[in-house]
């Protein structure tokens, strides 16, 4: 009988794929920017003639959002992510100031390891495919388990398309036994340069602690604020539009609605009207059993399911078919209020603040509670509303006047469009950019003289000569002034 070692297999497989994409890699190295922009082309084209076909495997696969929905993800992430990038300069010097004499050179990183979540398995294929080949790398991706047809499938698409653009195919390519072996071997390869992580949060931390330089992104948990001068139908059928989206299944979507107290009667009529369910306590308690698993994870029945299916799952009889989005009101955050936390389907719950200072308390509290770093939306027409959410809420993303799912990957605003959203420091993430081709690339500096030690002698007397003529101020009485002024005041 013979005995087959599936994890043997799988990391010997990893590094045939390293070692194939870094030659590759060789070869899009010594390719002029038109080539590059060629491939990238060609993949964006092949995303759209696919779209439909991989949508439809993606939801078979993993069971997760609408088909309608990921159509216009595998859209958004070829031809949406290409139109943006394609007039970038990633290949030989990208800026140069002869007045400074500084020139700035794009290096590609080299191999770059990507792991792609179940949620959005072929947008994400597309998308980090893009970026990484735009970026002059190559890339290998780790599907998640559960998407391994779609995504397989997908990457054979782009294999196809850069073969026809006349590249080498293995550019990009997908572990095709995924182990978490393999995904451990890919992330430590000595030829990977880089991890572009995309996933669970126990993922993303596996590959900050890899040794390896990384780029993950943490959960998001994103509030959305109705403050008292927006445009209140326009405002909840952007957020219900978002939340429906796919549903739920994207990290930018709005995880629970906050509005002023002396708000809550127009905007749950509103709400009612537009289609949620509003939860009465008895079956707000019962999904939030549902919502959360024994060890404080979120529950995976729920991802991307219809309200219908959550409804039955948590066996709510009182909810309509035709429910768009189930509402919980929720007062407290953290462990033991399951409707503070990321859901990642058409589940939110209901805030309430004092006034705007306490919504942005609260705020806060949510965020740092889980989704620092992530995204934050607001629905008002008082910019200094915005200005003071602006300096204050911590997020690296706040989207204005918009569903926060489209708004947050760059659809429905001027953000770079991307599928992978930095947190920043704050979110535990190496940057805070919706992630594209310039996060893929090192910079090298070319800079030219502009002085000579005589030079930098000179300047530094001259500020040592410059503080010493400073006057002297130390026998002055600090407390006479004060009381002396404190005098005059009183006469007034």
Same mark, same amino acid.
Not at 15 to 40: G, P, T, Y
Not at 449 to 458: H, P, S, V
């Given at each position: 009988?013979?005995?087959?070692?599936?994890?043997?297999?799988?990391?010997?497989?990893? %590094?045939?794929?390293?070692?194939?994409?870094?030659?590759?890699?060789?070869?899009?190295?010594?390719?002029?920017?038109?080539?590059?922009?060629?491939?990238?082309?060609?993949?964006?084209?092949?995303?759209?003639?696919?779209?439909?076909?991989?949508?439809?495997?993606?939801?078979?696969?993993?069971?997760?959002?609408?088909?309608?929905?990921?159509?216009?993800?595998?859209?958004?992430?070829?031809?949406?992510?290409?139109?943006?990038?394609?007039?970038?300069?990633?290949?030989?010097?990208?800026?140069?100031?002869?007045?400074?004499?500084? %020139?700035?050179?794009?290096?590609?990183?080299?191999?770059?390891?990507?792991?792609?979540?179940?949620?959005?398995?072929?947008?994400?294929?597309?998308?980090?495919?893009?970026?990484?080949?735009?970026?002059?790398?190559?890339?290998?991706? !780790?599907?998640?388990?559960?998407?391994?047809?779609?995504?397989?499938?997908?990457?054979?698409?782009?294999?196809?398309?850069?073969?026809?653009?006349?590249?080498?195919?293995?550019?990009?390519?997908?572990?095709?036994?995924?182990?978490?072996?393999?995904?451990?071997?890919?992330?430590?390869?000595? $030829?990977?340069?880089?991890?572009?992580?995309?996933?669970? =949060?126990?993922?993303?931390?596996?590959?900050?602690? =890899?040794?390896?330089?990384?780029?993950?992104?943490?959960?998001?948990?994103?509030?959305?604020?109705?403050?008292?001068?927006?445009?209140?139908?326009?405002?909840?059928?952007?957020?219900?539009? &978002?939340?429906?989206?796919?549903?739920?299944?994207?990290?930018?979507?709005?995880?629970?609605?906050?509005?002023?107290?002396?708000?809550?009667?127009?905007?749950?009529?509103?709400?009612?009207?537009?289609?949620?369910?509003?939860?009465?306590?008895?079956? !707000?308690?019962?999904?939030?059993?549902?919502?959360? %698993?024994?060890?404080?994870?979120?529950?995976?029945?729920?991802?991307?399911? &219809?309200?219908?299916?959550?409804?039955?799952?948590?066996?709510?009889?009182?909810?309509?078919?035709?429910?768009?989005?189930?509402?919980?009101?929720?007062?407290?955050?953290?462990?033991?209020?399951?409707? &503070?936390?990321?859901?990642?389907?058409?589940?939110?719950?209901?805030?309430?603040?004092?006034?705007?200072?306490?919504?942005?308390?609260?705020?806060?509290?949510?965020?740092?509670?889980?989704?620092?770093?992530?995204?934050? !939306?607001?629905?008002?027409?008082?910019?200094?509303?915005?200005?003071?959410?602006?300096?204050?809420?911590?997020? =690296?993303?706040?989207?204005?006047?918009?569903?926060?799912?489209?708004?947050?990957?760059?659809?429905?605003?001027?953000?770079?469009?991307?599928?992978?959203?930095?947190?920043?420091?704050?979110?535990?993430?190496?940057?805070?950019?919706?992630?594209?081709?310039?996060?893929?690339?090192?910079?090298?500096?070319?800079?030219?003289?502009?002085?000579?030690?005589?030079?930098?002698?000179?300047?530094?007397? =001259?500020?040592?000569?410059?503080?010493?003529?400073?006057?002297?101020?130390?026998?002055?009485?600090? $407390?006479?002034?004060?009381? &002396?002024?404190?005098?005059?005041?009183?006469?007034?």
């Amino acid at each position: 009988m013979k005995i087959i070692d599936k994890d043997l297999i799988s990391m010997q497989e990893v %590094r045939d794929l390293v070692e194939s994409a870094k030659e590759a890699q060789k070869e899009l190295a010594r390719m002029d920017q038109a080539q590059v922009d060629h491939i990238v082309r060609c993949i964006a084209d092949a995303g759209v003639r696919n779209a439909e076909r991989l949508a439809r495997m993606a939801v078979e696969d993993t069971g997760f959002g609408k088909v309608k929905d990921k159509i216009v993800k595998n859209v958004f992430a070829s031809r949406g992510v290409y139109e943006h990038i394609k007039d970038m300069k990633t290949v030989g010097e990208i800026s140069r100031d002869d007045e400074k004499g500084l %020139r700035v050179l794009a290096v590609p990183v080299g191999v770059i390891a990507g792991l792609i979540p179940s949620t959005n398995p072929t947008s994400t294929a597309f998308y980090k495919a893009e970026i990484a080949v735009k970026a002059g790398n190559a890339i290998v991706f !780790s599907p998640h388990p559960t998407a391994q047809r779609c995504i397989m499938e997908a990457v054979k698409v782009i294999r196809q398309a850069i073969a026809e653009a006349g590249a080498n195919e293995n550019l990009v390519s997908c572990i095709s036994i995924p182990t978490m072996e393999a995904t451990d071997t890919l992330m430590h390869h000595r $030829d990977v340069a880089l991890i572009l992580a995309t996933g669970g =949060s126990a993922m993303v931390r596996a590959a900050y602690s =890899s040794g390896t330089p990384a780029i993950g992104v943490g959960p998001g948990n994103g509030p959305a604020y109705i403050e008292r001068s927006c445009d209140l139908p326009l405002a909840v059928k952007r957020i219900l539009d &978002s939340e429906t989206f796919d549903n739920g299944t994207i990290c930018a979507s709005e995880q629970s609605i906050i509005c002023d107290e002396d708000m809550v009667e127009p905007v749950m009529a509103e709400l009612k009207k537009q289609g949620a369910y509003i939860l009465d306590q008895e079956e !707000s308690e019962k999904l939030g059993k549902f919502i959360l %698993r024994a060890n404080g994870t979120m529950n995976p029945e729920i991802v991307g399911k &219809s309200v219908e299916t959550i409804a039955k799952l948590a066996h709510l009889d009182k909810v309509p078919k035709d429910a768009r989005v189930l509402i919980a009101r929720e007062t407290g955050v953290g462990r033991g209020h399951p409707y &503070s936390n990321e859901k990642l389907g058409p589940i939110m719950g209901f805030y309430t603040g004092k006034d705007y200072h306490d919504v942005c308390d609260k705020v806060c509290e949510i965020l740092y509670y889980e989704g620092a770093g992530h995204t934050f !939306s607001m629905h008002t027409k008082n910019e200094a509303i915005v200005d003071y959410f602006a300096k204050r809420v911590p997020v =690296s993303r706040i989207v204005v006047n918009t569903p926060s799912t489209l708004g947050g990957i760059g659809a429905s605003t001027a953000l770079q469009p991307a599928l992978t959203l930095g947190c920043g420091a704050v979110g535990g993430s190496a940057t805070s950019e919706n992630v594209g081709p310039m996060q893929l690339i090192n910079k090298r500096y070319v800079a030219y003289g502009q002085k000579e030690m005589e030079d930098i002698r000179a300047e530094i007397d =001259s500020c040592v000569e410059s503080a010493d003529n400073q006057p002297d101020l130390s026998d002055i009485n600090v $407390d006479e002034i004060v009381k &002396s002024v404190i005098a005059r005041l009183k006469a007034m």
